[in-house]
């Protein structure tokens, strides 16, 4: 079956930088559109930033563009999500989602979810 396993949270404190992975099996990873959501307590998902199915295309919520970096290894089946220069208000339950084809914005377009990783930011 479809996995999709993150990886690379914790507790940083602001300023720092973290990376995240995102590992899939169980599908052809080069056929799908990758992208990265979090989710804040009592808030609802958000999106963070997603890529195309190369890696060609890539787009960013207006929150963390200029700090964060979407990128893919198809070769090994893995999305990542360089995160610098955190802040508190990046503080949330990381998640990273599969489309098949072409990507999009909101989280109920996309047909795998990961269990997602935490990432707290410290004042």
């Known amino acids: 079956q479809v996995q999709l396993v993150e990886s690379g949270g914790g507790l940083v404190q602001a300023g720092a930088s973290l990376r995240l992975s995102c590992a899939a099996s169980?599908?052809?990873?080069?056929?799908?559109?990758m992208g990265w959501f979090r989710q804040a307590p009592g808030k609802e998902r958000e999106f963070v930033a997603r890529i195309s199915r190369g890696g060609g295309v890539t787009y960013y919520a207006d929150s963390v563009k200029g700090r964060f970096t979407i990128s893919r290894d198809n070769a090994k089946n893995t999305v990542y999500l360089q995160m610098n220069s955190l802040k508190p208000e990046d503080t949330a339950v990381y998640y990273c989602?599969?489309?098949?084809?072409?990507?999009?914005?909101?989280?109920?377009?996309?047909?795998?979810w990961g269990q997602g990783t935490q990432v707290t930011v410290s004042s």
């Open positions: 169980g599908l052809t990873f080069s056929g799908y559109s």
């Open positions: 989602a599969a489309k098949t084809t072409i990507g999009s914005f909101t989280p109920t377009a996309y047909d795998y």
